[in-house]
């Protein structure tokens, strides 16, 4: 009998095979020109397996922010896409590097379409009887048989050689109890539930074999999910137990239910997995594989393209970067480039060394009869190889002959349908400007439209402080530091196979924390002007240390023997401010003071409630280590961004991050330190709105 645990591990989620097709799409949405989450989101939900993963990382990173209603689309809004990329990349190299045999491929395709025949059905039911929250009804749908899924792909040879069907039924589960002590509904029922939603969603999987009156005396979501169950086991034809079961649980009449069955075939009998034989499934699989291969390898050419447009300061700079990416890349044997003023709405010329002095003299006015203006209105490529060269305008005669080329490609420059300019390349033929359809230069091509659009901000803008100017500056740093924190996290997935059981096995989930923290750091900076008046809520902050404490134990605490010490007050209200900066300001200090102590050290955590010879009331929150102290020269300076008590490659930056989220919530922090006492930081916080 198999060794299996009753729950879905983190690296057992990172393992579940996602449906190749999906992942190629995943790949392609991320890395697009035009990154729109609702057409990923329109992805996601064509698999199980990476619905899972997403909501799985969102509930760590953000789990505030899920919504339990609308659990898909809440999870994607708080993660960043280089969050989404990395887990994107992660489904598509365990696709690639696993040998599959044509049993377990059809085996796949099988699982997949009854998770698409259960979500659309869940789905079209919950609209139809005006279920207040269709998404949170699909979403249940989908992962119906995410369980099943799990345990074949732990182990895809002795899942099909001792489980009879791929389809949810209580004999499946008495074999999957034989071969793996779990099943299936169990498994899906502690992931859902570890996710910690206001939502029956776990219910609706957990009691998915319940007898029919049962489920008829159940919530509505249980029921939708449960005729879903049945509409798979006929899915393309309406028998009397669907009719039956409909009537049962909603009072629906057979005609209500023949429409809300024709309603979700239509959707999903394009998706049967029955044509064909496994060996074409096979081959089918084979070819996805090597085309996320390719995807791969082209998304770490797009991360190298980056890097080299992030040095780039300046338009013309951006613009020669540019040029030289296109003719070392492409076959175009020139590029010129135009920036669009919304003011005057026209494209004018940029010019930079080794481009003729003609380019910057070109203004072309917004709607007028040539290629880059159908470029920009049809919103992707265009080429002058569909007309006859005396059809061209006057001004896509003057491309060919300033990109000294037989023709010209224009390429329309937005960033989320704001319209930056364009770019017109010269190529020879037909088949040179097919080339640009292909995805690798689309990811160049998306490349050079974000740093197009940083380099475009107005002069006005740019004298501004990052806050004042709308947070451009940071969101601009945010997006830049997500690349290379991409790529980290595309290496701590390579490493983590090589230290699984040495002494370094801890290291990875160290490595994986910082870079979570990095991001909410940036995405709380990045939210400063976007909600400056957003409400802070109601924090246990008692609670809160607590929560900050067992997430540094493992990592921090633990290794060096560092003993917690905790005093609370236990009548301590709460306070109203912002957990995200609390949480960052005390993992900063926690951490601070877990490096200055030597093993076995002490670190002491005291909440007291002060009332204030002024009559303001105070949360105080004192972190005390028995460290050596801090030297007494830099104590004048400690939150100067150029203090260091470490010494060595830190920069100093903690502090004077911890004196500005201090400040930004009209906190205060103070410092008392000595070889003798240690040291000991002391947060004090409003009390106001009792």
Known sequence: MATVHSSISRREMGSLFTAPHVAIQLLWACHGAVFSPKDLQKIILQDSAFCAVILSAAVKACPGQIDPLAPLSSALAGLTLPVIKSLAIQSAKRLVEFSFTPPQVQFMRELWFYSQVSSIASRCLAEAISYPDPEEAQVAGLLQNIGMLALFSKNPELYLRDISSSLSSKKVRGEEQVSFAT???????????GWQLESFMADSIRFLHLDLEQCRESGLLLRIVRLALEICRSPFALNDEIVSVAEKFFNLSKKEIETIFNLAQNEYRPLSPFAGDQDECLQEVVRVQKRLTSAVFSIADQEGICSQLVDSVGLETVVETARQLYLYHSAAQEALFFIFDPQTRQFSGVSVAGQSRLVREMTISLHAGDLLNAAVSAGQLQHSFDQESFDLSVTDRQFV????GQGVVCLPLQVEEKLLGGIVLGVENLSEAQTFAAPKLQLLHSAVARSFAAATVPPSMSKLNPVDCGGDLIAKLAHEVSNPLTIINNYTSLIGPLLEGTENAEILPEIENEIRRIGEILRYYSDLKAAPQQPAAALDLNALIHSVVESLNLTFFRPKNIRISTDFDPSLPFVKTRALVIKQILINLLKNAAEALTTEGTISLTTRDYLMPNGERIAEISIHDNGPGIDKTIQGRLFSPVSSTKGGEHAGLGLSIVKEMVDDINAEISCHSSSEFGTRFKLTIPIVGE
């Open 183 to 193: 099943d299936h509904l169990h498994l899906a029922d502690a992931l859902v539930s």
């Open 401 to 404: 002959r300033l990109c000294k």
